[in-house]
């Protein structure tokens, strides 16, 4: 199954086109059309009294205004409660335009449809909407006290609840010989890819037929939620994703109310309509992440073993729920990392606050919760006065337990079962790496100079490609060409080359005759999404299933013209050809020639073709039963349950001891996806998500005042890190194949951002000498701990809490 | 298999909205488009000197005007022969645009692209081509002659020629007890449909995506045909076919040149495009069908049975060969009807003349068949002064004797073989429904009242339903709905209504939730096309066959969810349910909806399955080895011959003994294509083939003069029968099932056309006493042939000629 480019550093091939500026984005499109822009709301909470269009109606280029009052039917109602867990107590979700209430600055009010958005811009601002403001609600410890609701109808701010338990953590924890109690904290971020969100919708009035053009994560879901909202049959929705710049997650979300109005208005219009976010609509109206609180509780032995663990989250969904049960069921879950935590229990509040929804970005949920693992196991070597090394090394899972069995219920509802991984020589690979050992002298070595430097580790598992499927479509076209299809989308990641690598060994055809499709609802309408690391795992697998289908189709027909076993063929460079007689065999686009029994006298194909005519059985129809005629092949991957990548990092830091800035320097990486479809995209993929970790970990953070107002929603003040502030980055590859997928791998795109957080609050606290508990941190943060340490506000390491006593039961606690 | 729906006459689906005007023709579509016009030859035969387009440079509202000289590689070279048939000499086929001669008025020269087509026709006018004109070709004999030659390089007008004998049939004939010799002819004609061709493009240059409609009999031949001479891959490019207002033959032939060159100006301009063919263009640079020369000689017994049979037909198949070698295949494989010819050798010349092409007309060559040996049984029974009912029954071939095998190669290349048929009882049945025997007493009533009357009668045998395949597509939407695919294009025959009849009853749906698209390659990407009466052989037995797939897995997901095994279970309206237990079940939809292991929480429909859900099952992946999401059926009827169809008609004429009107008094049918779908569209294809048989044997003719100038190209001058003109049409069915598929069909679109010269002829001649041997009569003609007999030029019945010796070996004679 392996060939030649599987497994090879080969250069992406969309870069050709992408770097060269020849890519083509949502904003590229639709010129001719209509633009859309949107009345937001300025108030983070508020009723709405009254919305006047007067002073919009004589502007010259004007097409429509649109307030809720237009909409009808299933456009009228909220959108839809994507997932509806039944974690869930009240699950609250915008309309397309809001109805009575705002419930965070930037939500869509009224729509402008206008000539061209420069004209709907300056419409914008004609329209006025009178407002009772309302009292804002930002932050978990504000939504926690609820002294004022969100939504109305609520008692308390409590979107969802949800706990898990194995074994009893709390008695465990009483019994342990040694507790420990940490508190912790994350910030909010967002995913602020270069392009933000854009829709372009054509409705077809002749066909009955949609055709939207959207930056989205998911084709078919934009397709499935259009179609409901609109009242139409998914076969009158097309959904096509042009090039994306960028998704980390917050484009997964669908149907956005700008997704919806702007199909709804290209059909009442009769006309193409089109809408680009600018980037303070993506600041204040796409989606956060991160923001949570957490309690953890854990009582191990005098090697640091776990025996229980006790963690208690709360999560910021902000203003409503489409998406957000997801993310700290992600980190409730996935917390555990390569452990073995004892007797565990978890359980989570998600709640609303006045602020954009909450939803998964890159890592989705699993860097707060290996921050709250990983600084929980430092706290364990702290208070044993142990190498932190060694306590995460007695607690790892070893290869010969796999399949390992959490005993938990995964967020796909599917058993969490990790499926492979040897922790130990990650481990060891890693302290070799970065010379953990030898740490201690370059430690005293600096010092020596006057300088501070800390070192840090963080150990995470990642369940990657969740199904419950992909799609995969492999076509060789009469000249040859090889044409890919898969439904999930791109947003950069590199698809178009390894899928083409996948299949290009698969088939025997050189990568230069293979396009790749992707998020077409056209060619493949059954889909899911790119999201959770399954782009590779998913459609990587359903093209190589797709491309053997053809394969053994195109061997089969080959056999029939060569007058030869199939098992006796092999195809090279593209060519079916006979083991060990090469100038015995045909090109496979002639096979494709062959393959249609409906021959067209049109090309040199088909003319080549002609000479393996042979003498034709009329006894047999020209489609054999459960035969079809051209050359493709269909398949579908659906795995029984995710793979689980794993990785560890370690970073080395130096905190100045002035000015408190922090400096990283070193920030090594071991890693295991599973088999490699290209190491040079992994790497790339790592080398992004460490650039997001430390983003995460030192610079970016939503800074919200207490009237939910964005104060940084721009990218002059948005902290985003330049190159000069991400480390080099050292990587060791691990490889234990996945026994659930045909080729082995695992997923790899969220991978290097989610220990950020953890490993570089490790370093710096090993840097500092006392707690780092809330990140990111900052220099000016990072000066006030040191005083607040001087004075002994914070204790040392060594002498954190004990445990408290048992929580009261859940569901009494807020 | 068979239940409410096949077989019930119900009103046909489509006509609700195409009886009310909602119809949705080519030129309804492409507003904003630019209109193209073509500046068309003036002359039959000339060579191009020189084009001026100086003229039209400054006219307001010009967008381009294009010549060969513009045209570059594929679209350069002359369009494809489509049947590269080995009887085919030397097949010269048009190019796009002329390229240095034309071949016959009418054809194209030069492209106009305007902002609208009044600015696009002035235009036309103002481009000055300067011809060297040369000699007219027209007519059969002068292409014999060969005193000119049509093209350039070639010795004589021979396009193909083919002999195919069984037996000796020279050596029978001069042995048998009795021979004739006929000497007959057939004008030319053409299909004429309300609506003329048509072509919109679009071409997407973001997708890099053409999409085509276009007035035409075959969406997947156009695609083919504009990919290859655009240089697009297959799947650049979309064909659409709207409805379309009538075909009957002329619509099969793809690429036209206006065809190309509307998709390839829409590239180059990145703009729409779209052109629609007017009445005079329809006249002059469509395609005609028809006119034929045949000599007949023919050795019998004394009973009037077939001991030998030569025919030698010369074939007019216009200037240029894309599509015409497939007429005179068709005359000279289905002359034999239903009868047994003893030895029999046929051969065939197909000429090229200086008039538009030849392609095949609702018939294809059967109506001259049909003329030559029903002429021939007439002329045996008037020899031996025998009954020409009883004469035709003694050469039929007996139920007994089916599969019937001709020893023929047939049109498609596959043996000649009649699948099932009941002559003898068909035969019976038309002598019954005519009153044969008793219209010698009705006779001798009208002749005492001074009235001339005459019967006549013809049968044929009509292969239907070839090959190589169609495709059809079944899917049922969440909400229930079934959406029909199958890639055969629709022109008005009720595809919509038999289609859903056959899917309702295979999936126990109300036929008001069932759409079917036909001719749209976005649904069906392969496909054939509609010609050959094969559209509900085809296009019905893959739809049943995929209808059958979807239902099974319906039957197998419902009984998962119901705990029943599937063959406990039935649909019915639209609602799986437990047989003998109707109210435990569940609707299609929600069976569509679990179908899909990706539930999305939008609509009722996956509410509605919830209930269904059930313990998840953790060791089975949401998608079964070789399943796939959804609830879809595809598959492919790929038959291993043609079904053959059969009838017989009867007519009853009166001939006004002074003016030579004829009249027709009875006309009756007795038609046999296997099990009928819908009787009334059936019928209704009768009906219209009736009429276009009346308007062949009496009116429509295309009177070329020597020059090569069609004298009657419009509505006022050719001279279309009707309502007035057209017959009573009194039918019995007669349904000998097809065993070659599985709802035992055959085709009946061309049926009602095929004898109606031959069964005219008869009546004439039975009137009037003397040989008819050259349709379309009229009353002029009969006039004149009534002088001709009056003064002994022409032979009473009984005196015609013996068959002269043996002709010449085939390949020396032209």
Redesign the interface.
């Known amino acids: 199954m392996t060939g030649k480019m599987f497994g090879a550093p080969i250069p992406r091939t969309e870069d050709e086109r992408l770097v060269a500026g020849r890519g083509?984005y949502l904003d590229?499109?639709g010129a001719g059309a209509y633009a859309a822009a949107f009345v937001r709301s300025p108030h983070a909470h508020a009723r709405i009294l009254d919305i006047d269009v007067g002073d919009a109606l004589d502007v010259d280029g004007l097409v429509a205004v649109y307030t809720h009052d237009d909409l009808r039917g299933p456009m009228a109602e909220p959108l839809?409660?994507?997932?509806?867990h039944p974690a869930i107590r009240d699950g609250r979700t915008p309309h397309a335009l809001a109805a009575e209430y705002v419930h965070h600055v930037g939500e869509p009010v009224a729509m402008v449809v206008a000539r061209d958005r420069y004209v709907a811009e300056d419409i914008v601002e004609r329209v006025r909407v009178d407002y009772e403001v309302l009292p804002a609600v930002v932050g978990v410890a504000a939504a926690r006290r609820a002294d004022h609701v969100v939504h109305p109808g609520m008692s308390d701010n409590v979107a969802a609840r949800l706990l898990q338990e194995v074994g009893d953590a709390p008695a465990a924890i009483a019994a342990a010989p040694h507790t420990l109690e940490l508190d912790l904290e994350i910030e909010r971020s967002a995913s602020t890819p270069m392009e933000g969100r854009g829709v372009y919708a054509r409705w077809d009035a002749?066909?009955a037929m949609l055709r939207m053009y959207s930056s989205t994560q998911t084709a078919?879901?934009v397709r499935?939620?259009v179609?409901?909202?609109l009242e139409l049959?998914?076969?009158q929705v097309e959904v096509?994703v042009?090039d994306v710049g960028g998704g980390f997650g917050v484009k997964i979300v669908h149907p956005w109310p700008e997704e919806v109005m702007v199909p709804w208005a290209a059909r009442l219009l009769g006309h193409d309509v089109k809408w680009t976010e600018d980037r303070r609509e993506h600041f204040v109206a796409a989606a956060h992440e991160r923001e949570q609180l957490q309690r953890v509780r854990v009582g191990f032995d005098d090697e640091g073993r776990l025996l229980g663990l006790d963690v208690r989250i709360w999560h910021d969904n902000g203003a409503y729920l489409p998406y957000g049960v997801i993310v700290p069921l992600v980190t409730s879950t996935q917390l555990l990392g390569p452990y073995r935590p004892g007797a565990y229990r978890v359980e989570f509040d998600s709640l609303y606050t006045t602020t954009v929804i909450v939803t998964p970005y890159r890592g989705a949920g699993r860097p707060q919760g290996v921050f709250a693992m990983e600084r929980t196991m430092d706290a364990i070597a702290a208070r044993l006065g142990l190498d932190r090394a060694r306590v995460r090394s007695v607690n790892l899972i070893q290869p010969d337990e796999m399949p390992y069995d959490q005993g938990l219920v995964f967020q796909d509802?599917?058993?969490l079962i990790y499926d492979s991984g040897d922790y130990p020589a990650a481990l060891a690979a890693l302290l070799d790496l970065v010379g953990w050992d030898d740490f201690p002298a370059q430690r005293e070595r600096a010092r020596a100079e006057g300088r501070r430097i800390g070192i840090g580790l963080a150990c995470y598992v990642e369940g990657t490609g969740p199904?419950?499927?992909e799609?995969g479509h492999v076509?060789v076209?009469?000249?040859g060409?090889v044409?890919v299809a898969t439904g999930l989308t791109s947003q950069g990641q590199g698809h178009q080359t390894i899928l083409a690598q996948i299949v290009a060994d698969e088939l025997g055809v050189p990568i230069s005759d293979i396009s790749v499709t992707t998020g077409d609802t056209?060619r493949m309408?059954?889909s899911?999404g790119t999201y959770a690391s399954r782009g590779a795992v998913m459609s990587g697998s359903a093209v190589a299933l797709a491309a053997r289908r053809l394969r053994d189709k195109a061997l089969r027909i080959a056999g029939d013209a060569l007058e030869a076993d199939p098992d006796d063929l092999e195809i090279v460079g593209g060519r079916v050809r006979v083991k060990g007689s090469p100038a015995s065999g045909m090109d496979l686009g002639t096979v494709a020639v062959l393959a249609?029994?409906?021959r067209?006298?049109?090309?040199e194909a088909s003319r080549a073709a002609t000479q393996f005519g042979g003498p034709?059985d009329?006894?047999?129809?020209?489609?054999?039963p459960d035969?079809?005629?051209?050359l493709e092949g269909?398949d579908?991957y659906?795995?029984?349950?995710c793979t689980f990548a794993s990785g560890m990092h370690a970073a080395i830091v130096e905190t100045d001891p002035e000015t408190a800035e922090i400096r990283i320097l070193r920030y090594c990486v071991v890693h295991d996806c599973g088999r490699l479809v290209n190491p040079l995209i992994v790497e790339g993929q790592i080398h992004g998500g460490v650039a997001q970790g430390v983003a995460g970990a030192l610079y970016e953070r939503m800074a919200y005042d207490s009237d939910g107002q964005l104060l940084n929603a721009s990218f002059m003040d948005f902290l985003m890190p330049y190159a000069s502030e991400v480390p080099a980055v050292e990587i060791d590859h691990l490889e234990t194949p996945s026994p659930l997928n045909p080729l082995g791998i695992k997923g790899a795109g969220e991978a290097g951002v989610i220990p950020g957080a953890a490993v570089l609050a490790a370093a710096v606290e090993d840097a500092e000498g006392f707690p780092i508990t809330r990140m990111p941190i900052s220099p000016s943060e990072l000066f006030h701990l040191r005083r607040r340490f001087a004075s002994g506000e914070i204790p040392p390491l060594r002498a954190r809490r004990p445990a408290a006593p048992a929580p009261r039961p859940s569901g009494q606690e807020s």
Do not use: C, M, W
């Open positions: 083509r590229d499109l839809p409660l994507l997932i509806p002749a066909d078919s879901g499935a939620a179609a409901a909202k049959q998914l076969g096509v042009p509802g599917r058993p199904g419950p499927y799609g076509q076209e009469t000249s060409r044409r056209r309408p059954y899911v249609n029994p409906l067209y006298a049109f090309d034709a009329f006894d047999r129809p020209p489609v054999a035969d079809a005629p051209g269909t579908f659906s795995p029984l349950r």
